[in-house]
């Protein structure tokens, strides 16, 4: 773990990964203060999946893990409401938590060393040939992905993690695990569970 910073959280029931991009609708006063506080401080603030309680309304119990959020870009939709795209970054782990009076949720938050570059494995090789499938035919912003990101053991990690039809728990697991490999491990697991057709593998 790297030096700790206080850091605003925004308790979501979904995951937010490294590199994935979210759209998010600000419309409580509470989050509307810390989109302008980070605005103001060039600050950004984090994502943590909800344990316990809602999006809206009283401070919800987040998970000891998240990820840094940084702000891409923001609309305002038809019915008036901000919206946010984020693109997760860097990983954290909490420490502790406080309420503001307003009931922002603070963390005291540590972060993680930065995923190693390792290549993939032999053994996680299907797992690459699965990722490159997925891209040709769902497009998207990652469709362009050249062999050397195809061949690096965290990104082909974090996109399946992203891609593939996870449950929350199920990624907020991989967010909790440091090693590229292992995540990726935990991936081949999981690949009997899901109705991936023949030819995508």
């Given at each position: 773990?790297?030096?700790?910073?206080?850091?605003?959280?925004?308790?979501?029931?979904?995951?937010?990964?490294?590199?994935?991009?979210?759209?998010?609708?600000?419309?409580?006063?509470?989050?509307?203060?810390?989109?302008?506080?980070?605005?103001?401080?060039?600050?950004?603030?984090?994502?943590?999946?909800?344990?316990?309680?809602?999006?809206?309304?009283?401070?919800?119990?987040?998970?000891?893990?998240?990820?840094?959020?940084?702000?891409?870009?923001?609309?305002?939709?038809?019915?008036?409401?901000?919206?946010?795209?984020?693109?997760?970054?860097?990983?954290?782990?909490v420490g502790s938590?406080?309420v503001r009076d307003?009931?922002?949720?603070?963390?005291?938050?540590?972060?993680?060393?930065?995923?190693?570059?390792?290549?993939?494995?032999?053994?996680?090789?299907?797992?690459?040939?699965?990722?490159?499938?997925?891209?040709?035919?769902?497009?998207?912003?990652?469709?362009?992905?050249?062999?050397?990101?195809?061949?690096?053991?965290?990104?082909?990690?974090?996109?399946?993690?992203?891609?593939?039809?996870?449950?929350?728990?199920?990624?907020?697991?991989?967010?909790?695990?440091?090693?590229?490999?292992?995540?990726?491990?935990?991936?081949?697991?999981w690949i009997p569970?899901?109705?991936?057709?023949?030819?995508?593998?």
């Open positions: 773990m790297r030096s700790s910073q206080t850091l605003p959280l925004f308790p979501l029931h979904a995951v937010l990964l490294p590199g994935a991009a979210l759209n998010l609708r600000v419309f409580e006063a509470r989050y509307l203060d810390m989109v302008r506080e980070c605005g103001r401080n060039g600050s950004s603030f984090g994502v943590c999946h909800i344990l316990a309680g809602g999006e809206v309304g009283a401070p919800a119990t987040p998970a000891a893990w998240g990820v840094e959020a940084l702000i891409e870009d923001f609309d305002v939709g038809p019915d008036g409401v901000l919206v946010l795209r984020l693109r997760g970054a860097r990983r954290f782990h938590t406080r307003n009931g922002l949720v603070v963390a005291e938050v540590s972060w993680c060393e930065p995923d190693s570059d390792d290549e993939l494995q032999p053994e996680h090789g299907l797992l690459g040939t699965l990722l490159e499938h997925i891209l040709e035919q769902a497009g998207g912003e990652h469709a362009g992905a050249g062999p050397a990101q195809l061949d690096q053991a965290a990104w082909v990690g974090w996109r399946l993690a992203e891609l593939l039809p996870l449950s929350e728990q199920q990624r907020l697991c991989l967010l909790q695990e440091n090693d590229p490999q292992q995540r990726l491990e935990r991936l081949l697991q569970d899901f109705d991936v057709p023949e030819q995508e593998l």
